[in-house]
């Protein structure tokens, strides 16, 4: 009997050990799977060009600089596009003008968070679909300023300043071109 206990405490003892000899690490392969994305922001939702002085009507009058208008992320190379919504300058429906002729614009590296080997264009008429903004690497949060110009023509042109378009009973009637950027 005694050998049978020695016996059970061995067999015991060594099931122990060989529970407490199994292994205390493991693996697991953990996947990250990178995703393509790009994103555009337009920082500001309304952008103003005033017609105030002779000069204005002659030449055409700007928005100015738009400092990081836009904001844009992705993860490789990009193109960004703006294009008027409505194409044809000619159609005046409820004060909206069309892009054609009427807008052009000119994009820059932003004033913070720049774009790296990055092309912009200058004066770019927005009639249709244009080519704004291009990298050839993916880049994060990183601006683009813009400017807007309004050509003289299309006012003078169109004769909206001389034909019931220009509002007689206020100092100011606003006419809108409308932008869509895309990336």
């Given at each position: 009997?005694?050998?049978?206990?020695?016996?059970?405490?061995?067999?015991?003892?060594?099931?122990?050990?060989?529970?407490?000899?199994?292994?205390?690490?493991?693996?697991?392969?953990?996947?990250?799977?990178?995703?393509?994305?790009?994103?555009?922001?337009?920082?500001?939702?309304?952008?103003?060009?005033?017609?105030?002085?002779?000069?204005?009507?002659?030449?055409?009058?700007?928005?100015?600089?738009?400092?990081?208008?836009?904001?844009?992320?992705?993860?490789?190379?990009?193109?960004?596009?703006?294009?008027?919504?409505?194409?044809?300058?000619?159609?005046v429906t409820n004060k909206t003008l069309g892009g054609g002729g009427a807008l052009?614009?000119?994009?820059?590296?932003?004033?913070?968070?720049?774009?790296?080997?990055?092309?912009?264009?200058?004066?770019?008429?927005?009639?249709?679909?244009?080519?704004?903004?291009?990298?050839?690497?993916?880049?994060?949060?990183?601006?683009?300023?813009?400017?807007?110009?309004?050509?003289?023509?299309?006012?003078?042109?169109?004769?909206?300043?001389?034909?019931?378009?220009?509002?007689?009973?206020?100092?100011?009637?606003?006419?809108?071109?409308?932008?869509?950027?895309?990336?």
């Amino acid at each position: 009997m005694k050998k049978s206990i020695i016996a059970a405490v061995v067999l015991v003892a060594g099931a122990v050990f060989t529970a407490n000899a199994q292994s205390k690490e493991g693996q697991v392969t953990v996947n990250i799977n990178l995703h393509k994305f790009q994103t555009l922001t337009v920082n500001d939702a309304q952008v103003n060009i005033d017609f105030k002085t002779k000069e204005h009507y002659e030449n055409g009058a700007t928005s100015g600089e738009m400092q990081n208008h836009l904001t844009v992320s992705s993860t490789g190379s990009f193109v960004v596009k703006a294009k008027s919504v409505v194409a044809n300058p000619n159609s005046v429906t409820n004060k909206t003008l069309g892009g054609g002729g009427a807008l052009t614009v000119t994009t820059k590296n932003g004033s913070s968070n720049t774009l790296e080997n990055a092309t912009f264009t200058n004066n770019i008429n927005l009639n249709d679909s244009q080519t704004i903004v291009s990298a050839n690497k993916g880049q994060f949060n990183k601006n683009v300023n813009v400017e807007y110009k309004a050509n003289s023509g299309t006012f003078t042109g169109m004769n909206l300043i001389n034909n019931g378009y220009l509002d007689n009973n206020s100092n100011v009637t606003t006419y809108k071109v409308l932008v869509t950027y895309s990336i």
